[in-house]
């Protein structure tokens, strides 16, 4: 089931640091929803490669190299 919801101006639209500070408030209830954009964060690089270096090593595939 797909449910389809609208961001409206009233909404609160801000940074996650400004939830993590305290300088913005998060989510109010159970209602309402949280979507988190991680485009552009190292997260995104650092769990990627991660998944790359298991795959690669479950296949025992590549190079390994101390850095």
Not at 30 to 56: C, N
Request: aromatic residues 2%; proline residues 0%; positive net charge.
């Amino acid at each position: 089931m797909s449910i389809i919801r609208v961001i409206r101006k009233q909404d609160t639209v801000c940074e996650i640091s400004q939830v993590i500070t305290g300088k913005k408030h998060g989510r109010l209830s159970a209602t309402e929803t949280t979507i988190f954009d991680a485009t552009g964060l190292a997260t995104q690089d650092i769990l990627s490669a991660q998944e790359l270096r298991v795959k690669a090593e479950r296949l025992d595939f590549g190079t390994s190299a101390a850095i």
